[in-house]
């Protein structure tokens, strides 16, 4: 899917289109799509060299329609999916000042200073600059 998505955007589409199809669709191709019936494939081969941004619409609706079956009803009783829900819940949680975990002052400046921080979700580290708006209001944005 992803590559039918650079085909889309493409400006040069007929190398590209031909690079999908020998990779994903013709009968020898090194990683085949095996959910495409032969008549979308054929069809998709006698439209190989239009350039047409439809071109593979038709694969991917079919490919699409697959993945939303049997697939996903499995990842939806994996552990992944939990994760990924813990993930789009903490990806929509506001951040705070108790998003991070303030460290040792790293540097300081005309207007504020500059601390080490982590990430509490995931410990990832950062740097964090804290402005004090009373010093940037009395040296009116210069330094």
């Given at each position: 899917?992803?590559?039918?998505?650079?085909?889309?955007?493409?400006?040069?589409?007929?190398?590209?289109?031909?690079?999908?199809?020998?990779?994903?669709?013709?009968?020898?191709?090194?990683?085949?799509?095996?959910?495409?019936?032969?008549?979308?494939?054929?069809?998709?081969?006698?439209?190989?060299?239009?350039?047409?941004?439809?071109?593979?619409?038709?694969?991917?609706?079919?490919?699409k329609t697959y993945l939303a079956g049997e697939p996903f009803?499995?990842?939806?009783?994996?552990?992944?999916?939990?994760?990924?829900?813990?993930?789009?819940?903490?990806?929509?949680?506001?951040?705070?000042?108790?998003?991070?975990?303030?460290?040792?002052?790293?540097?300081?400046?005309?207007?504020?200073?500059?601390?080490?921080?982590?990430?509490?979700?995931?410990?990832?580290?950062?740097?964090?600059?804290?402005?004090?708006?009373?010093?940037i209001k009395k040296r009116k944005g210069e330094a």
């Amino acid at each position: 899917l992803d590559a039918i998505e650079k085909y889309e955007i493409a400006e040069e589409r007929t190398e590209l289109a031909q690079n999908i199809y020998k990779r994903y669709l013709k009968r020898d191709a090194p990683e085949p799509i095996d959910v495409v019936n032969q008549t979308l494939i054929e069809a998709c081969e006698e439209r190989l060299n239009s350039g047409s941004r439809e071109l593979f619409d038709d694969i991917m609706a079919t490919v699409k329609t697959y993945l939303a079956g049997e697939p996903f009803n499995r990842f939806e009783y994996s552990m992944y999916f939990h994760r990924y829900l813990q993930w789009k819940w903490l990806e929509s949680q506001p951040i705070t000042y108790k998003t991070f975990r303030m460290y040792r002052v790293l540097g300081k400046g005309g207007f504020g200073e500059v601390c080490a921080c982590q990430v509490r979700a995931t410990g990832k580290m950062y740097a964090c600059k804290k402005l004090e708006k009373k010093r940037i209001k009395k040296r009116k944005g210069e330094a």
